[in-house]
């Protein structure tokens, strides 16, 4: 008799665990969206050499920090008379070099990039949200961010904007072959830009892996 009572107690359990995770699975569903579809993104951007001639100067290296107008080398263009000037090469905006690819010494043409600059402290995530979720989500929105090379450290933001296009139309290549007759239907992802409050005293990447945590209600 006690064995009896004692299984359907057993199954009584059971059944309200699996309620129970029903509940929690079906709320989390309502209150939030979660991707790991995303990543830090930062504007990575270009110095270029102002003329042709022979890079004479490049006192920058990957890790140095930059600001706006400051001069990080010189290229030896030659003039009409045959006389060489120097003119110098500056930074358009104020941050850190990510990338150097020119080396003092060589010849440039007008317009190749010497040194790439992003500015660490103008960070931001990109999440890629579903097409069959972006209808309940909105610019404002609070967001958890993780990233994965600081997994201990979850970041607060906000939904700053929604792309108006969808992740595809950027893609150099298509995604599917109209000309061949065949179809087939593809879910689409939109490009979510979240800001982030603080990077927490680390040192966030453009790049960098991420998940995102949508309060969507």
Known sequence: ?????????????????????????????YMFYSTDDAQV????????????GQLATLSVKQGDKVNA???IGAVSVAGATGQSS???????????IVQVPAVQGQGVAAGL??????DLGNINVVAYV?????????????????????NSTTYN????????ATAGSFSLLPTQDNASGNFTKVGQRIP????????????????????VTIHIH
């Open 130 to 150: 579903d097409e069959n979720t972006i209808n309940n989500v909105s610019v404002g929105q609070q967001v958890d961010v993780k990233v994965d090379a600081y």
């Open 113 to 118: 990039t010497v040194a790439q600059v992003t």
């Open 41 to 52: 993104n930062g504007q990575i951007v270009n110095i270029s050499s102002p003329g042709s």
């Open 1 to 29: 008799m006690r064995r009896a009572i004692l299984i359907q107690v057993l199954i009584v359990l059971a059944i309200l665990a699996i309620i129970g995770g029903v509940g929690a699975y079906a709320y989390n569903n």
């Open 192 to 211: 979510v830009i979240v800001t982030i409050n603080g990077n927490g005293g680390n040192d966030l990447l453009p790049g960098m892996s991420a998940s």
């Open 69 to 71: 107008g400051q001069t």
């Open 157 to 164: 933001g906000h939904i700053q904007q929604i792309v108006k």
């Open 86 to 96: 120097t003119v110098d090469i500056t930074s358009p905006i104020s941050g850190t």
